[in-house]
């Protein structure tokens, strides 16, 4: 029994010298930050039919008829139907004041979203839509159908532009980088928002970075789809020799 005691104590003090022993693993931690460029192919617009009467089936009856209008311009444009769709419904009573007894007026709105695979159509949309009776541009966001490879694109210079970071630090204190310990994926995103249609249609939010050509004229109607931007933040913790 006292030999086995022994023997624990021995095994005990062996273990905590070897953790005494241990020296601390330095650190040095960066981030990465990188934006990619991409020219959109692809436009998402919402558009927002709004009507109002005393009575309801006037109110409905209107914005069925302004509706079927923007659908027809639509189909002008060779827009394939799949890509054309209804948002949401939407039918609001009007009440005096505090007397809900009845209603004094009825507000139908009805949105359209539309998705766009040849942005060369992106103005006519707009101009031809809007005279067919369309109240407001709700949103329009333009986006790549390849998000996913200009992710990785970014993601891989993030990590580059950390590790590069990493090495310059670390050499002026007379150091050098060792192999990473951690890797962590801050916010990235592909959505830029902004002003980019005000006045009486409303405003809509978009996520271009404006690259513009020389003159507004060198674009159809004036509308620039300039380049969306999809980005990464990338945190590293690598070691230090």
């Not at 509706?67 to 799949?82: G, S």
Request: charged share 30%; proline share 4%; net charge neutral.
């Amino acid at each position: 029994m006292q030999r086995t005691i022994v023997l624990l104590v021995f095994f005990t003090l062996r273990a905590s010298v070897a953790r005494a022993d241990e020296t601390p693993v330095r650190t040095i931690t960066t981030s990465g930050n990188a934006d990619v460029r991409v020219t959109p192919d692809e436009v998402e617009v919402v558009l927002e039919v709004e009507t109002r009467d005393k009575n309801l089936l006037i109110a409905k009856k209107a914005n069925d008829e302004r509706l079927r209008k923007i659908e027809d311009a639509i189909a002008k444009l060779k827009i394939d139907p799949k890509n054309v769709q209804t948002d949401y419904i939407n039918i609001e009573p009007n009440y005096r004041n505090d007397d809900r007894a009845e209603p004094v007026l009825y507000h139908v709105r009805r949105s359209l979203e539309v998705i766009l695979k040849d942005t060369s159509k992106f103005p006519a949309l707009l101009a031809d839509t809007l005279q067919a009776g369309a109240n407001r541009v709700r949103s329009v966001n333009f986006r790549t159908t390849e998000l996913r490879k200009h992710r990785d694109h970014a993601r891989t210079m993030a990590i580059q532009a950390a590790r590069e970071k990493a090495i310059a630090l670390a050499r002026e204190l007379g150091q050098k980088v060792g192999k990473p310990r951690s890797i962590q994926e801050g916010g990235s995103d592909w959505l830029h928002r902004g002003d980019f249609w005000g006045g009486g249609y409303g405003q809509m939010a978009q996520n271009v970075v404006q690259n513009a050509p020389s003159s507004m004229s060198d674009s159809p109607a004036g509308l620039l789809l300039g380049q969306i931007s999809v980005s990464a933040d990338i945190t590293v913790v690598f070691e230090l020799e």
